[in-house]
């Protein structure tokens, strides 16, 4: 895999680099759960295939005829961060440019949904606290999706989506900006719940 899609995976661990030049504060933008309809590209990365946690294969379906398809197992590196994962892994469509659309899957599971729920509330504080633009989707039942979206648009970066369900925790990150990026905001939320729904079966 090449280096900037794992960069884009281990984003995670440098969103507050990202997000430094950000005046602090919260910042909130529309839901953007349900706006409009899936694109072609969209559609074409929904996968029905069970999915192997530890190398991503099965996450993604189709890549776009420009792009191909990386998995790559972080398990190892992610263990060594962190005691509570069990498995973690990317799926990434790219292209030899670095400045071409792309997107990037992160999953990981951890060994329970307390973890889960930590690594996804110090993901969402970041965002907050950073003043980026972030709309949620919570929920009062422990076994629901609950999710936040972040817009950062700079950095080559253009939307983050962190989903967690149960002991799962997925992000979805497009780019080099929204306006360039072949994955729309409904294409994002998509196939997050896709592949979180998937990822517990």
């Known amino acids: 895999m090449k280096s900037r899609p794992l960069f884009l995976v281990l984003l995670l661990a440098l969103v507050i680099s990202a997000c430094a030049t950000s005046e602090s504060g919260e910042a909130r933008e529309p839901d953007v759960s349900s706006q409009g309809s899936a694109s072609a590209a969209g559609l074409s990365a929904l996968s029905t295939e069970s999915i192997n946690p530890a190398t991503c294969e099965g996450v993604l379906g189709s890549p776009p005829g420009t792009h191909t398809l990386e998995l790559q197992s972080l398990t190892d590196s992610g263990q060594a961060g962190s005691e509570d994962i069990d498995s973690m892994c990317a799926a990434v469509y790219e292209t030899s440019n670095p400045g071409d659309a792309f997107l990037t899957i992160a999953l990981i599971r ?79 939320q998509l196939i997050g719940e896709s592949i979180i729904g998937r990822a517990q079966n």
């Open 110 to 188: 951890f060994n329970a949904d307390d973890a889960a729920e930590a690594h996804y509330d110090l993901l969402k504080g970041v965002f907050v606290t950073q003043g980026v633009a972030v709309s949620e989707v919570d929920s009062a039942d422990e076994g629901l999706v609950v999710g936040v979206s972040a817009l950062i648009d700079g950095d080559g970066i253009g939307r983050i989506t962190v989903l967690r369900q149960r002991n799962w925790v997925l992000t979805v990150s497009v780019g080099p900006t929204t306006d360039d990026s072949l994955w729309t905001t409904t294409d994002i």
